[in-house]
Structures are given as structure tokens and as C-alpha cells.
């Protein structure tokens, strides 16, 4: 183990001055394995630091290590800070950097061993099947806790030379229920060598939580775009996104299987569980912060609970006070955003008003918060207070008003005497003295006594209805379906009406049956794919008629967008409009 002794040392002992926050630090290098000529890239980042100084590397045999930058990101998951660094080997055979240690903050952070494994160039192999894709799923290598977080890894694995598009589409394979999974990012790009062949490899990561306990099979698909280095001259047309996921007219789809796999989900076990276990797991911290310390009764005390860490944050709840003899405790309330919920570590901060009924409280009570960590299979606790505080007696002494629920008691026994200095409505009021008005007066009086109630209604249902919508948001974009591809629609009339081209109105299209059903059916960007809404049409009963008229139509679209270059007469044009229109008038009128 080689411990930091020289100008890496002196750097991360003042990156700790600088931020103590931080709580973990990762080191990446990728890709490991490549030709002599070649670089890779390290990371060193800092979670939970704000700002940390350029570090420099004790100089490695054979390696050039050459600092390029700083990058720092804030989300709902805390800030971290990363280094980057380019990797230029001089040497072919293993290169070794690490291991490493530091002190910070009195606990030691250590930097695994990464072996870079450099060839002689124009090595590759001879002989053999060779598969131009294939794609693998990676599992954690222990089974995960019920609520634990854990990484899902998609590679998608090309030969040398396989040039493909940026975007690449997951079909489905993943499971329904029993799971929270994150949207798939695109990590650092790698090779491997996979029977003597060396492939670059994409690694596509989410982050999971199992839901439910037990074993599933995952066996997702794939669908990307190879691009045919004979076609990059072609013009490219303006289709994006709906049935484009690949950027470019030049790629050809093909759909790829990614072998299946059984992920075990465990339980999480009874012995040893704390009473106030709440089902959080990962690894926290809590504490708790009270102010002010002094007070009168019936002043408030607002206790500020902050709970942070990585695991199922999304769902963790910190404890909080009930209702006592000695005080009054309103519902704990959060501030701030809530964490997505496959995040993998996050902040949550509550706040507690307490209101102290009697001059004898001296503290309030300490709080504890539970939680299984997965790391050491083990139950934690964590124990903050109690809270010594200073309780006056009321300020306006007998005199004060208490509000209090109808039906309770008041505390301490006494009785609830009003102060001698509210002064009573009268029972009734003053004569009324009548005199000469018009007709027309009070009929504009009488009309405006019956239209007020009919105002208050029609303002109560409008105010339901946008709370309904507000609080729904399914219903909110059912409602914006059908405007939304009416819209479309209408932009692709006026491009056929000015004498655009096929391209434009096609787009327009394609744009409004994909904002129908996306809006219709609620689902995300990207989410949306002719097999499934075919799907959905066929279990709400759909006459065979109707799927076949959107077969017709997806394959147009598709036929556009990949391979057809002839051009369009405006009526044809217009067929296809009308077409489309009609088939999205049909789909309002069934029940998805």
C-alpha cells in the first residue's frame, strides 16, 4: 500500500480544509485495456466537496498522467467535484497505478490498484466466429436488500471499425412491478476483450431499488443504429426523436437481445429489527437542531430534523415528536425537494413546530432513528437529544386566550376565562329605516342577490376542476391530448397548404401522433414506440380495420425516415393527412 507522502498528500489535506462535507471519493480509469499509442481517462471525484485543488499524481513507470480539468455538479443528491485526467502509456504490458491512502478528517481514504493492460499495435484476432453486436446485462455481485439501491449496467459491446449513432433504445425486458428504476446514463466508454477479440464497449447505468422480495427475470432488448460509412453523403432530413431514436438517415435499426438473467432480491431480516425500523436502508446520518431554547408557554419551538445519506433516501422518514402532556406537536413538514426515487443518496430537511403547555417542561425528549445497513447486513441506530430548553410562564398570565379543539380539556385543569376586554357584537342591529327606491332599483338588487350564488358556483367548480387537474396529472394530459395533436395536425395543413415539402408534413405527423399518445397514454419522452401503441390498441378492443390503418401509417413514417427518397404529389400528401386525422379522431373515442 503506497501511502500520499509528496504534493497529492499536502493537496487532499487542503481540499479537507476546504470542504469537510465530503463523505466518499471513487477513482475511475477507462478504458483499461488498449493499444500503445493510445490514451485513457482517470476520474477522481469527491462526493459531498464543493471545490477541492488540482491534485497531482506520484509519477507511475511507462505512464504519462496529465491533469486536463475540474468539473463540479450539484443535484437533489448533493455536490460532488471531479478531476479528470488523460492516461498516455509508453510501455506495452501491464501498468499499475495505486493503490493509494490518505488521512482526511481523521479517517483514512484509500484508492484502489487499476491495471492498465497496454498491446502491441495491429494485435487482434486471426481466426474464429466473430459477432459484429452483442450486448451483456450486469448484475451487483450480491443478491440486493429489499429498498436497497443498487446499479443496473447495460454493455453494449462493437467490433473495432462498427461505427454507431449516439442514441440507442431500450425496448422493454425489465420488470413491470416489484421495481423503481432510474433513467439509463451513458458512462465512460471501455474495452474488453471477450474470447481473444477486443470490442468497444458502451455502458449504459440506472440505478434500482427492489420493491418487492424474491427472484425476477430480466431479459431486456436493445435497438440501435449502425451507420453505413457507404450512405454519410445523403442528405439528411429533419425527422428527430419520435421514431428516430439514431440522429441520421444513414443508420440502419437493428434490434439486439441481451441475454436474460435472474436477480434475486433479499428480504430483510427480523432479527435483530429496532422497534422504530421504518423500512429505511443504505447508510445515514441524522440529526436534529431545536430553536429557540427559551421560551413562554404557548410560543412555538420549531425543531429542524435533517436526514441525509445514500440508500432508499426517497422513502426514509426521520423521526419525529407526538403529542405529550408537556407540549403540543404539529405534523413534521418538509422543506425542499424530495429526492427521486431510485436517487441514490440525497438530503431531506423537516421542520416540527412544538408549543410547551406548562413552565415545568425542561427538555424535550431525545429522537432515534433506525436503519438497516447492507454493507454490514446490521441494524444501526442513531440517537440525537435530548434537548434541554427554558420554559417562562405565559407572558399575559390568566388573561391569555388558549385556542382549543371543542370537547378537550384544557390543560392543566383550569377553566378558560375570556378577557375582560373583548367587547360583544350586538344581538341585533339598529332599526333599518325604509325609503323610496325605484323599480328598477330593486330589480338590479334582486339580480344581483341571484347571480351572485350562481358566480360562487361556477368559481367553485372551475377551482375543483384545476385543483383536480393539478393534483392528477394522468387526467391533466389526457385533457392535452387532443389539443396537442390538433396543433400538430394544423401545422402539418399549412405546410402542405404553402407548398412544403413531404418532409415538413410528415414531420408535423409524426410529432402530433406522438404527442397524442405520449399525453393519452402518460408516458415519458422516448417512451413511445409503435409495437406498444399497437399494444394498448389491441386490448381496448380495436377492430382489426383500425390496427391495420396504423400498421399502414407507422410504416410510412418509417419507410419516410429510413429508406424512401421519392417524392409526394400534394394529394397523396393530403390522403395521408386526412388519414392520420381520422385515426386520431377514432383513438379519442376508445378507451385506452
Known sequence: MKVFRFSLFAALVCALALSAAARDVTFDVQPRLLHLGETAHATLTFIGARSVPQIQFPPVDGLQITGTGQQVHFGTGGSQVSLTYTLFPQKTGPITIGPYEFQWNGETIRIPEVTLEVRPRGEARADGEQKMLLARLELPEQPPYLHQVFDLTLKLYALPGVQLTQDVQLLGGLPESGFVIGNFEELQMTREDLDGQLYTVRRFRARARGMTAGTFHIEPALRVGVVDPNQRRQRRDIFDGFFDPFGGPVATPVNLGVPG??????????????????????????????????????????????????????????????????????????????????AERGVKVFEQVVIPRSESLRELPALQFSYFDPATEQYQTIQVGPFPITVHPSVTGADSLMLQVPGQTIAGGGALVLGSDIIYLKPAPAHWRKNGSSTARQTIILGAHVAAPLILAGLLLVTRRRNRLASNIALARRQKAPRSARAKLNEAARALKTGGEASAVFAALTAAVADYFGHRLNLPPGAVEPPLILVRLQQANASEEILNQWREVFS??????????????????RQWLDTTTSLLRQAERIKL
Request: charged share 25%; proline share 9%.
Open 261 to 342: 438473467v435472474d436477480l434475486t432480491v433479499r428480504a430483510i431480516p427480523s432479527d435483530g429489527r429496532p422497534a422504530d425500523f421504518a423500512g429505511a436502508v443504505g447508510a445515514f446520518h441524522f440529526d436534529a437542531d431545536v430553536r429557540p431554547r427559551e421560551v413562554s408557554v404557548g410560543q412555538p419551538l420549531t425543531i429542524t430534523l435533517r436526514l441525509q445519506g445514500s440508500g432508499n433516501i426517497a422513502a426514509a422518514l426521520p423521526p419525529s415528536y407526538r403529542d405529550s402532556d408537556g407540549y403540543k406537536a404539529y405534523e413534521a413538514r418538509q422543506t425542499g425537494d424530495t429526492p427521486e426515487p431510485a
Open 556 to 573: 410510412i413514417f418509417e419507410q419516410v425516415r429510413y429508406a424512401s427518397r421519392d417524392s409526394f404529389t400534394p394529394d397523396a400528401l
